[in-house]
């Protein structure tokens, strides 16, 4: 079966197109940083446009590149949230109308399922059941995964998505948008034990987070600092050495409860080296294994969703003629493919 994937659901318009048989031919993304950069973070009537330009040109590109045909394609899959109503609307309404016309089926799929599903484009893919964290700049969760649709959610951030953290303290510090990447790499000059930010909720039973505080916490170091230009890197240090000890402390204790052996590290922030580096020492201490994405795959693509589109699709699943986006969807709302069959 050939899959176009469609994503459209926030500032990454990712196009690709996945066979069955053959993997992954081609697939492209295009970022909208530019266009966004001067409001400190996504405006969603500029997202939607860029989106409504740039998606039919893509879908065409990356039939040429793997030299097929519109006519040849045997499903389409775009991403139907969660995400910006406006623009997961474009990707639907031309995923959707294009199915129509060429008459295959189409399906909408959840963005953080293609997410969770992107490390099973590698060569060693992880198997079933495992652990996941998902971590983007909307979404912090720790899953617990039977199988594809089975999914039951362990913990969830309580406000500011960890992505979200390091975007907004980026701001504080004069980064600019987005800032996770730039926090990050200005946190590798920074001097280690100058600042020590808390630990949230670590101390509480349960797996959810609250990074919300650590925003706040810096902006009040920032104050007391004034103007000494080394604090911003040790700050940065400080603040990253915090989220990424959070996640390792509460991925353990995910672990242990289920008696898993495999994490699975998807969107983003896992692209995040100091966040690599302590999750892959957690694995080997624990006797596990970790997976990841390829970086190109952490953050929004159309590879992805072609993927997770193709596994639905080819068990049945097929969305009716009505065009809907969810700009929120719980991941357990989701069928197990047993349940589609």
Not at 95 to 102: E, I, M, V
């Amino acid at each position: 079966m050939l899959v176009l994937g469609i994503e459209t659901s926030c500032d990454e318009t990712g196009v690709a197109l996945y066979d069955m048989k053959k993997g992954l031919l081609a697939h492209e993304v295009y970022s909208q940083l530019e266009p966004h950069a001067p409001y400190g973070g996504v405006v969603p009537e500029l997202a939607s446009r860029d989106h409504v330009q740039k998606t039919m040109p893509m879908i065409l590109s990356v039939l040429e590149k793997a030299q097929c045909s519109l006519e040849g394609l045997e499903g389409i899959a775009y991403t139907a949230g969660p995400g910006l109503a406006g623009a997961l609307l474009v990707g639907a309404t031309l995923g959707r109308t294009l199915g129509w016309a060429l008459g295959c089926p189409t399906v909408g799929v959840h963005h953080m399922e293609g997410h969770l599903l992107a490390p099973m484009l590698e060569e060693n893919p992880p198997q079933f059941p495992f652990i996941a964290l998902l971590v983007s700049g909307g979404h912090t969760l720790l899953v617990d995964v039977k199988d594809i649709g089975e999914y039951k959610v362990l913990g969830e951030s309580l406000d500011d998505a960890v992505g979200e953290a390091f975007d907004k303290t980026a701001k504080l510090l004069g980064l600019g948008y987005p800032g996770g990447a730039a926090l990050s790499a200005l946190a590798k000059k920074g001097n280690p034990g100058r600042y020590h930010f808390p630990r949230p909720m670590i101390n509480r039973p349960g797996l959810d987070f609250s990074f919300s505080g650590l925003k706040t916490f810096a902006m009040n170091t920032l104050l007391e600092a004034k103007e000494d230009p080394m604090a911003f890197a040790d700050i940065a240090y400080a603040f990253e050495e915090a989220v990424v000890e959070t996640l390792v402390i509460k991925c353990k204790r995910a672990l242990t409860q289920t008696h898993s052996h495999r994490l699975v590290v998807a969107g983003g922030v896992s692209a995040n080296d100091s966040l690599r580096t302590a999750l892959k020492q957690l694995m080997e201490t624990l006797g596990g294994s970790v997976y990841y994405a390829r970086p190109e795959w952490c953050t929004d693509n159309g590879a992805m969703i072609a993927y997770a589109g193709a596994l639905r699709l080819q068990r049945g699943q097929r969305d009716d003629m009505k065009i809907s986006a969810k700009a929120r969807w719980c991941l357990t709302e989701l069928n197990g493919l047993a349940e589609i069959s």
